[in-house]
């Protein structure tokens, strides 16, 4: 069974940066697609930075230049480094995984950036 935990959300201030973690158990990690999203109160899920099987990575306008995902094939993770937080980018942060036709998410890190 596939399973996803994120880790590394938190309280920081504006400008300030944090790591969010992911670890994929039960699966072969360097077969998947993976990515984060995020949901903010009131507004639907978001697609932040994706990154393939072959490390191609893409970015929400909204978090291009702040953010960069990594994948870590012998670590079975996927990082999501994030700097220059703004107030907006609070949210809970998903974990999510693609194999084929199969997505798998995670169960979320809230990240909370005050002004």
């Known amino acids: 069974q596939v399973q996803l935990v994120e880790s590394g959300g938190g309280l920081v201030q504006t400008g300030g940066s944090l790591r969010l973690s992911c670890v994929a158990t039960?699966?072969?990690?360097?077969?998947?697609?993976m990515g984060w999203y995020r949901q903010a109160p009131g507004k639907e899920r978001e697609l932040v930075a994706w990154?393939?099987?072959?490390?191609?990575?893409n970015y929400a306008n909204s978090v291009r230049g702040r953010f960069t995902i990594r994948r870590d094939n012998a670590k079975n993770s996927v990082s999501l480094q994030m700097t220059s937080l703004e107030p907006e980018d609070t949210a809970v942060y998903y974990c999510?995984?693609?194999?084929?036709?199969?997505?798998?998410w995670g169960q979320g890190t809230q990240v909370t950036v005050s002004s």
């Open positions: 990154i393939t099987i072959g490390g191609t990575t």
């Open positions: 999510k995984s693609r194999l084929g036709s199969e997505y798998y």
């Open positions: 039960g699966t072969r990690f360097d077969m998947h697609t």
